[in-house]
């Protein structure tokens, strides 16, 4: 078996994976176990590693899903919460990191901002900016792991105003430490699960000990909002009969299974999901008259669960600072934002010192790495992804983006494993150069099923996927599980030994040829 360094020009890794987030991290063990002597940096843009975790700093930062699926299969989630905070989760990563060697090979401060393959060389060319300046790096193969938002660079709803607000404007992407939110009127601009988790959070005494005295959620449209557990019954008990690993693994099969059913009967029938989920809104706000009136008006969304990313509410956190009073939510559309709050097309105004605008995030692709081919821009949006894990026209390339309804990382551990795969079967074929294998006729679907405004936003940015294996990516763990186990690989992937590329283009697929 060939070693990756051997095949191809010289260079300065193996594999380098781009982020060092919850994917990235994990994808660097999966990595690292299937090949223990790989040559693997990891590089990350910020000043720590966590990803997601370490940017959002906002009050209430929390997961939205359970913990069991959320963290990785390998690494037990401690803590006794089901629902992790975002300095749980952040403490989990760096803890994972450490204990399994990862931290290691992570440099910080390292942004990737240009990645090109040359054909000839089988080999990435990485333009990185450091602390020390801007500096090119070598890799046979290239993992990218940013997720699909900008961390720099938040989605502008273009609210008219806001620059005569006299107050605090503040996103929650960039949130301030010194934010002083106690005794006043805050409007959080959006109904997403941010501003599901923001709205109790603010309405207090959160962490910080401060309190809104009035916390307004301001949508255009309601959201579906459900209530779950903070505490994972069937995890506990586990945990008291079982070591760690095996506790951990026995809840995440538990949730896995519910959740699987869960998603497959509210999309088989989304009526009765939407009584249930509407009556239990109404049981949440205390069951009568008024509770159904405001429920009707405010929390039952026009289309039908799981069209859009169902928000979660811890212990109906959500739903007790509702009924509290000192939450509220508003339906209605913005005419402007004013020196003393927020206007709507009604003409009434929402008071405010603070306006938060939870309005989404901007959909990046590659973490808004452009990639070239030969000296030839791939564009990303015009491509196919094979198995959610490499994209028509990259060779040697491979991205990671989750599930949206269910665990980011139930997917993206089935595509670091699958990735590994695909580096051990192109040592033991020899193969320098590797990429999707070209099937004509296959029908474009969108990649991640969901009809959120985000990613109506970034139509045209993302790939694809296909209407048939292995150009399909299922919105569900178990069928993409066995899937993925079953995936041949000499079938569906091309691959090319090191010598003279027969010709120069910018898709990789013709450039190759299948090997069985």
């Keep these: 078996m060939t070693a990756l360094a051997d095949l191809g020009a010289p260079v300065d890794a193996d594999v380098v994976v781009v982020g060092a987030g919850l994917s990235g991290i994990g994808a660097a063990h999966r990595l690292l176990t299937a090949l223990p002597h790989l040559r693997l940096e990891v590089l990350e843009a910020q000043d720590d590693l966590g990803g997601t975790w370490s940017l959002f700093r906002y009050p209430g930062v929390r997961s939205d899903s359970d913990m069991f699926t959320l963290a990785y299969p390998f690494a037990p989630w401690r803590e006794q919460e089901a629902i992790g905070s ?21 440099r910080l401060r390292h942004k990737v901002i240009g990645a090109s393959f040359d054909n000839a060389a089988a080999r990435w ?52 430490e010194d934010l002083d939110y106690d005794g006043r009127h805050v409007v959080v601009i959006g109904s997403g699960a941010t501003a599901v988790t923001l709205v109790p959070a603010l309405a207090g005494p959160g962490e910080d000990g401060q309190a809104a005295t009035q916390v307004t959620m301001l949508q255009r449209t309601p959201t579906w909002v459900g209530s779950i557990p903070s505490r994972d019954r069937f995890a506990d008990r586990a945990r008291q009969l079982l070591p760690p690993g095996p506790a951990h693994r026995a809840a995440r099969a538990k949730n896995v299974l519910i959740g699987s059913a869960l998603w497959a009967a509210m999309r088989g029938a989304p009526g009765l999901a939407s009584r249930v989920l509407t009556g239990r809104a109404v049981q949440a706000l205390g069951g009568d008259d008024a509770a159904r009136d405001y429920v009707d008006a405010h929390l039952t969304p026009p289309y039908a669960p799981w069209d859009q990313r169902l928000c ?20 209605g559309t913005i005419d402007r934002v004013v020196p003393g709050g927020v206007r709507l097309s009604t003409g009434e105004v929402m008071p405010a010192d603070v306006v938060v605008t939870a309005t989404g995030l901007r959909v990046q692709v590659a973490g808004g790495i452009e990639p070239q081919v030969d000296g030839i821009p791939v564009q990303l949006g015009e491509q196919l992804v094979w198995a959610g894990a490499m994209i028509t026209g990259l060779p040697n390339f491979a991205f990671t983006v989750g599930y ?28 320098a150069v590797v990429a999707p294998a070209d099937e004509p006729g296959v029908d474009r679907r969108r990649l991640m099923g969901l009809d959120a405004g985000y990613l109506r936003r970034a139509e045209g940015l993302l790939p694809s996927q296909g209407d048939r294996d292995p150009w399909r990516m299922r919105q569900s763990y178990l069928t993409d599980a066995f899937a993925v186990r079953r995936l041949d690989l000499d079938r569906t992937l091309s691959g090319r030994r090191p010598g003279p590329v027969p010709g120069r283009t910018a898709l990789a697929s013709p450039v190759l040829h299948p090997q069985g």
Aim: net charge neutral; with cysteine; charged share 25%.
């Design 125 to 176: 060319t990485l333009t990185v900016e450091t602390p020390d300046g801007r500096q090119e790096r070598t890799c046979r193969f290239l993992h990218v792991c940013t997720g699909y938002y900008s961390y720099d660079d938040p989605h502008d709803a273009q609210i008219p105003g806001l620059e005569d607000f006299s107050g605090h404007v503040v996103h929650p992407q960039f949130w301030p």
């Design 404 to 431: 949206v309804n269910a665990s980011w990382t139930l997917r993206a551990d089935l595509t670091a494993r699958l990735v590994a795969r695909v580096l051990s079967w192109m040592q033991q074929r020899g193969y």
């Design 312 to 331: 979660a509410a811890p212990d109906g956190d959500f739903f007790a600072a509702l009924r509290s009073g000192r939450a509220r939510i508003v339906t």
């Design 86 to 106: 975002g300095s749980q989760i952040l403490d989990y990563l760096r803890r994972t990191a450490a204990e399994h060697g990862i931290d290691r090979r992570i």
